[in-house]
């Protein structure tokens, strides 16, 4: 089967090639373990990421004119793998899995071209700007107003819980153009420069005691018309397009990454001498299996894609499968360790730099973050088994 | 096969999924489960002689069709879904994938055939009176005397085992475990239905004494044997997912039209978030069964990981769903009268049987080196 090549190739290519290809590139671009600085990280990530886009090895899915490297469905399943294993950093923000198909789908020909490839590349950082204090999961209810003045908004508002925030170049945004009243009739999408004038962002400390989120606060921010994606007062559409391009082969790249952390933490379970313990030993197996699933189910959506063009209920379980994985699968490292295991990274007796304490900590956004665990089981219940809706919630 | 059914599967799927659901719907499962009989003949004809769903995995030599465990967990997903009571499992999952996997040309050319065309029910017994799948700890003896076999010993939890035309038997040899092939009318034999939960799958004591039998395979059993299980488990894993998407289908048509507080009590949250949990584990389940039925064509490591995967998940998943299921049903559920029990029963069965979920686990630390 001739395939789509990264850059600088022409012949036909097995799978295992592919593979081996890719692995030797990890291997010889691989940029060693990250400054512990946030700011030089910010800049040793960025030079990373546009090391693969130079080379031709970002953005997977994404279509060659944008950048990316069109691979079919299959060899994107091999290009996660490797990542995970290679252990090198990903994308930064959440701009490719969320702004990123919106813009491919929505956005102008000129929108396209200013914004996909710098963002593949990492030259330019993208956050989110979807919550608000009092609109989390009931966004139809957002108050940040954008007034049309001329050829600009004028933008007004307050937006939090925005991963990346601090490192954030541009904020793609729903605003009100609306009335309050129109609930989701009156929402536009915006892009707005997170360095003009008036946009204030501030790092959020959160539970890790790190700072993963930021809040923003907008007051007067002028925004061109031309950085509207879509229609006016047609942005929640797209907003709900984003949020459901949660790409099936990145379900494979997660099955890949905790393949890795598991083994992990069996490592550690062994050097420990635990592994005589039953209990032990029975987590750890229920840990496998379920790790072992999230492959399986990563495989079949990916199956279903090809076979049938749309990927089947597997993708609508399987991120809820994952965030109650890692949630537990932290805890009982936490566990595991005994108190050793609540010790912090400044303490000499931490184990592993305290990596399971913190990600004990931070996975307890997964259930929160891109929408509660409660609202996603709303969400299934309600299009994929066709439960009827609660009549005390918005009308979709 | 891919990790996704192809469209020959898909078709497969179709034509039991409708055969069944005109034929043999939840409702012939309670009628024969309460008049204690062990299947429908009519149905078993058909099944033998309009679908030839007995020769699926049965060799094109023998009178099959050569098909493998991939497309006998489709089929079995469709039982499952209406609970079938028949010698099915026991049959073509069971006894027809252990005279495959013996490699027995003999017996192949013998018994084969006649499972192929729906002439011959068929179980295999493993366990004994521990219930233990474990070939390690049979104690049923196997003594050569001339050319024949002789078993002496007990059989418990044998599936369909009173009524099965021809019996596997796991016996102790001097050269190791070995596997019998016992005929219904073999002297010595006796058999008896256990008294169990499930009455849609009704399991057998066998005592031999003395009874002459047929070795299947020669020298020591237990490496094909654990191969053998592999196949059982991925196949009942596949089963256990069709009963559990019955279960969650149950459920929601349920919630979809029940009224509690003038509203659908599936517009509740509580609800929905059951349901959407019940589907979690379906499709969890399903991905694992399809993941074991490609696997286990394959003996191996590989197989027998992704067996005890697909066991010991969808074994948790079936009980779990079988009780919100109930549960959703509220008082009606409770009822004899709601088929909401007879679900629990299969599922509970089909927990235990062929191993615990935990026992499971305990392999599969054993298999990846925890």
Known sequence: MPVQQGLGETAVETDEEFRARLRAFFADHHPGRPPRDPAERLVWTKAWLATLFDHGYAGPAWPRAHGGMELPFARQVIYHEEFAAARVPGPLGTGLNIAAPTIITYGSDEQQRRWLAPMLRGDVVWAQGYSEPGAGSDLPSLRTTAKRSGDEYVVNGQKVWTSHGQSADILFALVRTGTQESRQKGISYLVIDAHAPGVDIRPLQDLTGGHLFAEVFLDDVRVPVADRIGEENGGWKLARTSLGHERAAGSMNQAALYRRVLTELEELARERGLLADALVRDRLADFEIRVRIMRYNAQRIIADILLRGEPGAASSVSRLLIAEFEQDLHEFAVDMLGPQGLLGKGSPLAVQRSRWLQGFLRTRASTIGTGTREIQLNTVAEQVLGLPYDPSMPPR | ?370
């Open chain 2, 1 to 370: 096969m891919s990790a996704s059914p192809s469209e020959e599967q898909e078709q497969l799927r179709r034509l039991v999924h409708d055969f069944l659901q005109d034929r043999s719907p939840v409702a012939d499962a309670r009628r024969l489960a309460e008049s204690g009989a062990d299947g429908d003949r009519a149905v078993w004809t058909q099944m033998a002689e309009q679908l030839r769903l007995q020769a699926l995995v049965v060799p094109e030599e023998h009178g099959g069709d050569g098909y493998g465990p991939a497309e006998l967990g489709i089929v079995l997903e469709q039982m499952g879904g209406v609970l079938l009571v028949s010698p099915y499992f026991a049959t073509v999952a069971m006894a027809a994938q252990t005279l495959i996997a013996s490699g027995d040309e003999t017996a192949m050319r013998r018994w084969l055939p006649g499972i192929a065309d729906g002439a011959t029910t068929a179980t295999l017994a493993l366990a004994e009176d521990s219930g233990a799948w474990d070939a390690g700890l049979v104690r049923t003896q196997a003594r050569s005397s001339g050319d024949a076999w002789l078993l002496t010993g007990s059989k418990s939890f044998v599936v369909h085992g009173h009524t099965a035309d021809l019996v596997l038997v796991v016996a102790r040899t001097p050269d190791g475990v070995g596997v019998f092939a016992v005929e219904a009318d073999a002297p010595g034999l006796t058999r008896a239905p256990m008294d169990v939960l499930d009455p849609t799958r009704p399991l057998a004591t066998v005592q031999l004494d003395e009874t002459p039998a047929t070795r299947v395979g020669t020298g020591d059993a237990s490496g094909w044997l654990a191969s053998v299980t592999d196949l059982v488990l991925a196949a009942s894993a596949a089963e256990q997912v069709g009963g559990a998407a019955a279960c969650l289908a149950m459920a929601v048509d349920y919630a979809k039209v029940r009224e509690q507080f003038g509203r659908p009590i599936g517009s509740f949250q509580a609800i929905k978030h059951k349901c959407s949990t019940m589907l979690l584990q379906v499709e969890c389940g399903r991905s694992a069964a399809y993941a074991a039925g490609a696997a286990v064509a394959t003996p191996g490591p590989e197989a027998s990981t992704a067996a005890a995967v697909a066991k010991a998940y969808c074994s948790q998943a079936f009980t779990h769903v079988a009780k919100e299921c109930l549960q959703i049903h509220g008082g009606v559920g409770f009822t004899w009268e709601h088929d909401a029990h007879l679900y629990l029963r299969r599922a509970k069965s089909s927990e235990l049987l062929f191993g615990s979920p935990a026992s499971h686990r305990a392999r599969l630390a054993e298999l990846v080196g925890i």
